[in-house]
């Protein structure tokens, strides 16, 4: 939980300090270290982790830029430790299970409400209402605000799940009715509508669709277990609520008016150009194209210390040299590609498809939907190039979903 937590405010040093204690500990629990690696070894989910990291490390000996390829060594260490921890033994049983999620998703609240708290600061100092949306309410955390929202993501499909009506973090069911189930657990209900207010204020445009798509998923797989009048409300309500939210003139709605209508401009150098949400993606996946062609380094790429400097470069050139520096590919699959070639990005479609068969043999829809989550998220961010989506990517996927229904 510590490790959990400092990761989502940011504290990356002592969250690096911790899971290096973990890992230790990990290592001398219980037999040999050479056992827990081998143990580790034998799951083809942390074979394909590890992969990864020594498809980054070897980029350190063709990079032209060393520290910033050892800067993401250090991040992509993430996807070694993380794994090895899931995989090298027994990681949680059922009740250690609804246990670690119950307690992450009571810390993940405490921590909306900082953000929220922040926000009212800010809004009474500037009275500017977009104090309360997207990254301006992570910007106290330090945090992207399309990664925490997958965070929030992750807490929401466990409260969905079976696992927790089974168990409550500090609370008791209510009394069952005669010849029915269990009803609903206040804390249980009180943090999912929490924690979708949360996801509509970080207002991510990807995610707020997969969670629409997952509500109406757990809606149909629950019609049978509810009355019919009850299935239909909260099908009305569903409905009701994304009409009212697409209808009406809010910053959530502007995120998707961004999509194709609102204008970027880059008013300096020789060229300008006009972007919106969709053509400035697609012009910087065209420059990945051009990046890897004229370096010739479509087998092993240009590593992942160079690929940002020569995507600043392709900025310089059309006079984008104001806020977009440092701006990556903004999808994993391309990142991939441009610093580890056409190899490298067969070592990560190889690494998922490890992530992919390990999941249909042991999770149940939860399992599935956190994974559609990640490998979806992965085609709009690059999200395995800093250390806290890298730890989304591997912990959350690897955690046994399937025991969350036992």
Known sequence: MAIIGTTLVSW????????ILLVAYRLLQGGSPASRVRTAFSDGRFVGFFILFLLEAGGLFHTHNLYMGWKHVESKATLVAIPFILCSGSFADGPGFRRLMWAYCWLLAGICVWCLAAAFVQYVQTGDAGEFFYHALTESLHANAVFFAAYVLMALLFLLSAGARQSDFGQSYCPPRQGGAS?????????????TAMMVLLASKLL???????????????????????????????FLGTVLL????????????????KERTADRGPVVHLFNGLSLRIFIWKAADEIVDERRAWVFGVSAGDSQDLL???YYQVGMNEGFLGYNFHN????????????????????????????????????WLVLAVILLLACTESSLEMQQPA???????LLGWKKVEE
């Open 12 to 19: 990356f040093q002592l969250n690096s300090i911790l899971i």
């Open 183 to 195: 009803g609903p657990m206040g804390g249980r209900i009180g943090l999912l509508l929490f924690f």
């Open 208 to 238: 707020l669709v997969l969670l629409l798509v997952i509500f109406a998923v757990y809606l149909w797989r629950a019609r049978r277990a509810m009355p019919g009048w009850q299935s239909l409300g909260l099908a009305v309500g569903l």
């Open 246 to 261: 697409a209808a009406t003139n809010n910053p959530v709605v502007g995120r998707y008016k961004d999509i194709l209508l």
């Open 312 to 314: 600043d470069e392709k």
């Open 332 to 367: 994993e699959y391309i990142e991939t590609l441009v610093s580890g070639g056409i190899f490298g990005f067969c070592v990560f479609v190889g690494a998922m498809v490890l992530l992919c068969r390990s999941v249909g043999r042991r999770a149940g829809l939860e399992g």
């Open 391 to 397: 730890f989304l990517s591997c912990f959350f996927p």
